[in-house]
């Protein structure tokens, strides 16, 4: 009897989600630019334009990049990807690229202004004289609407720890040299 119960509210249960899924509206549109969205970061990166991912950026941002630095605004996202090119020599020999297209998966909508998407992307760094290395990366992007355009307002980047060839040696190394070289971007422009 008690399996049967369990069993009849399990039913009951999924029939009420998917006739309130039924009732939602539909999000189709917006999946498919927060796909365009997810591209446009590729070919952005791809191309080492990353002004031409910023009018996507929200004007605050709570953004958390790999070696775990936190992007709070476009300038600190710039000076982050400067930084990074540095450390790898892009233009010197060295060279970053995304392999493959983000897929951008919708985790959650809330209301109509308001969205987390994830996805994955493989990924290859080769920092000035050295060998190349794979490694995949996951992300989970938080948007909103304004103005009837999607920001993004939030989100992590973080390479796969089972799928990357970084010691743990590379990414505290690196960390101490981006978040210095950020610093000295925003104080010679007046910040920090």
């Known amino acids: 009897m008690k399996l049967t119960s369990t069993l009849l509210g399990?039913?009951?249960?999924?029939?009420?989600v998917n006739a309130g899924f039924a009732s939602q509206p539909s999000h189709d549109s917006d999946v498919a630019e927060f796909q365009t969205i997810a591209g446009e970061y590729m070919n952005a990166m791809n191309s080492y334009n990353v002004e031409a991912i910023v009018p996507r950026l929200a004007n605050k941002l709570d953004l958390w990049m790999p070696l775990g630095i936190q992007?709070?605004?476009?300038?600190?996202?710039?000076?982050?990807?400067?930084?990074?090119s540095n450390?790898?020599?892009?233009?010197k020999g060295?060279?970053?690229?995304?392999?493959?297209?983000?897929?951008a998966t919708v985790?959650?909508?809330k209301g109509n202004d308001d969205a987390f998407v994830g996805g994955t992307m493989d990924e290859e760094v080769q920092v000035l004289g050295q060998t190349p290395k794979a490694y995949s990366s996951a992300w989970l992007i938080h948007l909103k609407k304004s103005?009837?355009?999607?920001?993004?307002?939030?989100?992590?980047l973080d390479a796969d720890p089972a799928g990357q060839s970084f010691t743990v040696a590379?990414?505290?190394?690196?960390?101490?040299?981006i978040e210095t070289a950020m610093k000295a971007s925003g104080k010679s422009k007046g910040g920090k």
């Open 87 to 91: 450390k790898i020599g892009i233009g």
């Open 71 to 84: 992007i709070k605004s476009a300038d600190e996202f710039r000076s982050y990807m400067k930084a990074m």
């Open 10 to 16: 399990l039913v009951l249960t999924l029939s009420f």
């Open 147 to 156: 103005q009837g355009a999607w920001k993004i307002v939030g989100g992590t």
């Open 170 to 177: 590379d990414i505290n190394g690196w960390k101490g040299e």
């Open 107 to 109: 985790r959650y909508f």
């Open 94 to 103: 060295g060279t970053y690229r995304i392999k493959t297209q983000p897929k």
